[in-house]
């Protein structure tokens, strides 16, 4: 079976330009509220849409939200390299929808300076879980403590962990100003294979809505469902692994044939 090929096609300049004039419109979150809103324990929800819709599904939203915000705007860089088994054991647990899998992986923020070793367990089908340790921004090479940190919360598989997959992007960050919510929103997704090669998603944007506990009552989930966007069963990693390589992907498919729609 061979790697499903993808159209590359950039993101469009001037809904781009709007979308940031949209989110200037946001203020800038409080400490305090940085920290109400972190959400390590967690209920998410994920939607693909196109990103010419993006302007519009914010619009308005300055009164309920607060945008996180960089010394470039409210776009920020997001560089993640991830890991699992030379089997990847993380890829097919999510691929056969074990209630019980994880994923780890190094995030680094350019924007900060920070970098962070993070683990995203799944203990059933709705809660998440993360954890996570700070390292010296850039690291990517796994040192004896954070291999000690890992056996803590997944035990032997630890050790059998081993880069796989870059996923670049660029991220706007939403608190809701009056519920346990934050909603993320990454554009330009870029698969990088080790080799350097490069599986873009173009037109694709994802949207997560992450939630203490499960609302529909959500201003950015009612804006999502006035345009008919559906929930996707949606993992980054698991879609770039998908898009990369000569894999299985039963069970993915319905959710990678919403990413090519928007692709087209």
């Known amino acids: 079976m061979t790697a499903v090929a993808l159209r590359r096609a950039p993101s469009p ?15 800038a979150p409080a400490l ?22 993006l302007p519009e599904l914010v619009a ?15 776009i920020a860089d997001y560089r993640s ?8 054991t993380a890829y ?18 350019p924007d900060r300076s920070i970098s962070y070793l993070e683990i995203k367990a799944k203990r059933s089908d709705l809660v998440t879980h993360k954890h996570r340790i700070e390292i010296p921004y850039g690291t990517e090479q796994l040192a004896p403590e954070h291999v000690d940190f890992l056996r803590m919360h997944l035990g032997p598989i630890a050790d059998r962990q081993r880069p796989e997959l870059r996923v670049n992007y660029r991220r706007v960050g939403l608190l809701s100003l009056g519920s346990d919510e934050r909603v993320t929103i990454d554009l330009d997704l870029a698969f990088v294979q080790l080799d350097g090669k490069r599986h873009e998603l173009g037109p694709a944007a994802i949207v997560e809505v992450k939630q203490g506990a499960r609302t529909r009552s959500s201003p950015i989930l009612h804006r999502l469902r ?15 692994i998908a898009l990369t390589r000569d894999v299985r992907r039963n069970r993915l498919l319905v959710d990678l044939k919403a990413v090519e729609r928007i692709l087209r």
Not at 13 to 27: G, H, I, M, S, T
Not at 67 to 72: E, G, I, L, Q
Not at 226 to 240: A, F, H
């Open 13 to 27: 300049e001037p809904e781009q330009d709007r979308f940031a004039r949209e989110l200037d419109a946001f203020p």
């Open 32 to 53: 305090e509220l940085l920290m109400q809103r972190e959400l390590l324990r967690r209920v998410d929800a994920k939607f693909v849409v196109r990103c010419e819709a």
């Open 92 to 109: 097919h647990d999510h691929r056969c929808g074990r209630r019980l899998r994880h994923k780890v992986r190094i995030r680094h923020y």
């Open 60 to 74: 308005g939203l300055g009164d309920q939200y607060a945008a996180f915000k960089v010394a470039s705007g409210a």
């Open 81 to 88: 390299l991830y890991f699992d088994t030379a089997e990847l």
């Open 226 to 240: 006035e345009v008919g966007v559906r929930e996707q069963s949606l993992s980054k990693y698991t879609t770039g």
